[in-house]
């Protein structure tokens, strides 16, 4: 409980994007680790370390429950939240033991190797979800940012550009209701070239 209270404080202060990432890479790096000192050392005492202290302080497994809850809106997050938790777990967690199982036929280390492999796919998600809401896309229904860190510094600049094109725009509209030449003049003059071209 006191490791997800501080992955909490981190996905307040970071953004939950950020904090996803970081905390998917750290488990990917410790998954085949973990499961080798295990294997080297096979006693309690180095179960309990290993999985009940290592993992809680380097693993994010509460903010999973938000990155998917605020992919959706209200009208579909509680369907739709329920499905994707489902499925994922019922996919990677209920197939889990028959893959680790048939893996320690190969290395001892299998469910190391299996914690790293899913922990590729979780980065994956995270970047396409990056990536595709820089490019627009809305992967945030409840609280915008942050997001990932530095954002804030990103908005300025998008801030600060809307305000470039608020004051061209201005600008303009001023050349043209200060100009002496309206839009029948200008028809006009269009014309008067035509005749002279076709002359």
């Not at 998917?24 to 096979?42: D, E, K, M, Q, R």
């Not at 939240?81 to 499925?87: A, E, R």
């Not at 608020?166 to 029948?184: F, G, L, R, V």
Request: glycine content about 8%.
């Amino acid at each position: 409980v006191s490791t997800q209270s501080t992955w909490g404080y981190f996905v307040d202060t970071m953004g939950v994007a950020k904090v996803a990432f970081f905390g998917s890479v750290l488990l990917l790096l410790t998954g085949y680790p973990t499961y080798a000192i295990l294997n080297a050392s096979p006693t309690i005492p180095v179960a309990v370390l290993m999985i009940d202290v290592v993992w809680p302080l380097i693993g994010c497994f509460g903010i999973s429950g938000l990155m998917s809850a605020e992919l959706f809106g209200p009208e579909l997050r509680t369907v739709s939240t329920g499905v994707t938790t489902n499925l994922s777990v019922a996919a990677f967690g209920g197939f889990a033991p028959l893959i680790c199982n048939a893996l320690l036929q190969v290395t001892p280390v299998a469910p190391g190797l299996w914690i790293s492999a899913t922990n590729i796919l979780s980065i994956a998600g995270v970047l396409w979800a990056v990536i595709g809401r820089n490019y627009g896309l809305k992967v945030t229904n409840i609280r915008d940012s942050p997001y990932w860190y530095g954002e804030d510094e990103i908005d300025k600049k998008v801030e600060h550009s809307k305000d470039i094109i608020k004051e061209d725009h201005k600008k303009i509209e001023n050349i043209t209701s200060t100009s002496k030449i309206n839009h029948k003049d200008i028809t006009n003059i269009s014309k008067k070239i035509s005749d002279v071209m076709l002359a």
